[in-house]
């Protein structure tokens, strides 16, 4: 709370990495993560539209604290219509968006049904379709509606939200512990193949858009601080080079470079922000 009163509109001292002008769309930002960018964003003097199939009180905060700058939209990645109501709202209400973060994702959490987090070989068929739907048909809908709209004025940069397990494959044995205890749980399949499909989505992007003032870029995480069970944090954090899982705000810094002009040269690269996990 005592984040968000912090003055409305500040522009970043440096203007390489200043967004003060941009109007930022944000996916799935009542989650962990979104609402921590759309934080980051307004404190230094953007506008932000928040889409997410629910509001959250945290949203509450930053729609109270932001009034002029910040939008909340409910609506779904995966219906394509839900997204053009949006872009047309937002078009009347403070322009065409100049960035889009594509974050709404889903994973299954640890206490996802038995057979989401059992085998690979009866891993659920219905499983798979609602990941590959949110998490990339979602990330397709939503460049195809706001980069589409992106391309009518030459200019923007998308974000494309992946995580270490689209890069490599999850690390079963950091669940190990639970299988000792009896449980039958590895870390499914799906979420890591959307992730991995988000890479070739950006570079296919990149390269379409290149001669439009289109960036699109992916922004590869690693895990976040979020009250994870002792056993887990033991077995990640001795798997990390860096000893520790990401704070909430660790990768504002790359979101901002890759929002404003710090980043003009970039286009169809994933920048890295894991802590080192990949280096091993
Ligand atoms: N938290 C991590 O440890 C971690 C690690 C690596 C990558 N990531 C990535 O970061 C992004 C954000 O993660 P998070 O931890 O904040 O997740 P989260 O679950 O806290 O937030 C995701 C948000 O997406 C929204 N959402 C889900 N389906 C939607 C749909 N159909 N339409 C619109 N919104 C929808 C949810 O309501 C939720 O608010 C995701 O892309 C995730 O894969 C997270």
Redesign the pocket.
């Given at each position: 709370m005592a984040m968000c009163q912090l003055v409305e509109k500040s522009m970043s001292s440096d203007q390489l990495f200043d967004v003060s002008d941009e109007i930022v769309l944000i996916?799935?930002?009542?989650?962990?993560?979104?609402?921590?960018y759309a934080k980051a964003l307004l404190q230094r003097g953007a506008s932000v539209v928040g889409?997410?199939?629910?509001s959250?009180e945290e949203i509450n905060r930053l729609s109270a604290s932001f009034p002029k700058h910040f939008f909340f939209y409910e609506?779904?990645?995966?219906?394509k219509s839900s997204l053009e109501s949006v872009r047309i709202e937002v078009e009347k209400k403070i322009g065409t968006p100049t960035v889009l973060i594509?974050?709404?994702?889903?994973?299954s959490?640890p206490t996802a049904p038995l057979q989401e987090n059992g085998p690979f070989e009866s891993y659920p068929e219905a499983s798979w379709d609602t990941i590959m739907?949110?998490?990339l048909k979602?990330v397709f809908h939503c460049c195809q509606v706001f980069g589409g709209a992106m391309t009518e004025q030459s200019y923007g940069s998308i974000i494309n939200?992946?995580?270490?397990?689209?890069l490599v494959s999850p690390d079963q044995s950091l669940y190990g512990y639970r299988r000792q205890r009896g449980e039958v749980f590895y870390k499914p399949v799906a979420?890591a193949v959307s992730?991995s499909g988000i890479l070739n989505l950006t570079r296919y992007l990149a390269v379409y858009w290149a001669q439009n003032g289109i960036r699109v870029n992916t922004l590869?995480?690693?895990?976040?601080?979020?009250n994870q069970d002792q056993d887990f944090l033991n077995a990640y954090c001795g798997r990390i080079p860096v000893g520790r899982?990401?704070n909430?705000d660790d990768?504002n810094g790359a979101v901002i470079f890759l929002a404003s002009q710090a980043s003009r040269y970039m286009t169809g690269a994933n920048l890295i922000v894991d802590g080192g996990w990949t280096a091993i």
């Open positions: 996916t799935g930002v009542s989650g962990q993560l979104g609402s921590e889409l997410d199939l629910q959250s609506a779904d990645v995966t219906d594509n974050n709404a994702a889903l994973d959490p739907d949110v998490n979602g939200i992946a995580s270490i397990y689209g979420y992730k590869t995480l690693a895990g976040v601080w979020n899982m990401a909430g990768y």
